[in-house]
């Protein structure tokens, strides 16, 4: 799978039918429509043009059957008892967990990992609509982190130095997210001439979250979207996550500006084979739990 490209604005090519600048901007919230403003408060950022978009990975259309999208490798799932048995991992998934059980209201008699899938699941089942799924998703997040952290680190690296702000980014996310998504590592983000900007992109090999929760739902409304909002909204740093349905593995690119929805391939993949929640739907052209988000919804 291509790494998706990755650049900050004083170096941006000149070719402008490769990528077009995205300037600083900060999401302001309407009643009816999110909106850009010029209120700078997000690093910059770039944003792929349409001949760059054409690169973008797509689903493979050879793997879907009768039965739905043929997703993941076809070996054994790998064994996380190392990552599982780490003093620090416990301790991370313990807080994340406790997290998600104050947001839920509710926990589980799971333990460890499956716990972790157990409640994820019972969060995508508690809302009507995804947004509601991806907005509280959001809420775990942030109370993560104590509140004065996401601004002040938007306020002393995204802005003035995005390109470091990147570098630490995808440091800690490979240094804490291990227990979450299994093996990672830090990678190089390369343009197409040739550019390299060092170590600001994560691959994660195999996504242990895709796998275990087996539903691209999830991953798109308990992942992908409250995360890269999370972070334009609260640490002031765009972020992308190109998870790749085929193989399991997940490309963040730290300081690129993710595709709209209505453009990007993920958000029209099939339901997966060995979704556990298919049978049901009747439509397996189209994973029931994802929409396209064009406009604010009300959220609760």
């Known amino acids: 799978m291509q790494a998706p490209v990755l650049v900050s604005n004083s170096r941006l090519s000149t070719s402008r039918d490769r990528l077009t600048a995205f300037v600083p901007v900060e999401v302001c919230r309407s009643p009816r429509r999110t909106h850009i403003c010029s209120c700078s408060k997000v690093a910059p950022a770039v944003q792929l043009s ?11 259309r050879s793997r879907i059957t009768s039965q739905g999208f043929l997703a993941g490798p076809s070996d054994d799932t790998p064994a996380y008892d190392a990552l599982d048995s780490s003093p620090w991992n416990k301790a991370i998934m313990a807080l994340f967990r406790r997290k998600m059980v104050n947001a839920l209201e509710e926990d589980t008699e799971a333990q460890g990992y499956d ?18 799924t991806q907005a509280a998703t959001k809420r775990i997040l942030k109370s993560l982190f104590p509140g004065w952290l996401p601004p002040a680190f938007s ?27 299994g093996p990672t590592k830090i990678n190089d983000i390369e343009l197409e001439d040739g550019q390299i900007f060092r170590r600001q992109g994560v691959l994660v090999e195999r996504c242990r979250y895709l796998e275990e929760s087996g539903c691209a739902s999830i991953c798109i409304n308990s992942c992908k979207v409250p995360t890269q909002e999370f972070f334009q909204e609260n640490m002031g740093l765009m972020l992308t996550m190109t998870p790749n349905y085929e193989d399991y593995s997940c490309q963040f690119s730290f300081g690129q500006a993710p595709l709209p929805q209505d453009q990007d391939d993920v958000f029209s993949i099939p339901c997966f084979q060995n979704c556990p929640s298919k049978k049901q739907h009747r439509r397996l052209d189209q994973c029931h739990g994802i929409e396209v988000t064009q406009e604010d919804s009300v959220l609760s």
């Open 50 to 60: 349409k001949a760059a978009r054409s690169q973008v990975p797509k689903v493979s």
């Open 155 to 181: 306020a002393m690296f995204s802005r003035p130095v995005p390109q470091v702000a990147a570098q630490l980014n995808a440091w800690v996310t490979a240094l804490t997210c291990q227990w979450l998504m």
């Open 115 to 132: 716990a972790i899938i157990e409640l994820t699941r019972k969060l995508n089942s508690k809302y009507k609509h995804p947004q509601q």
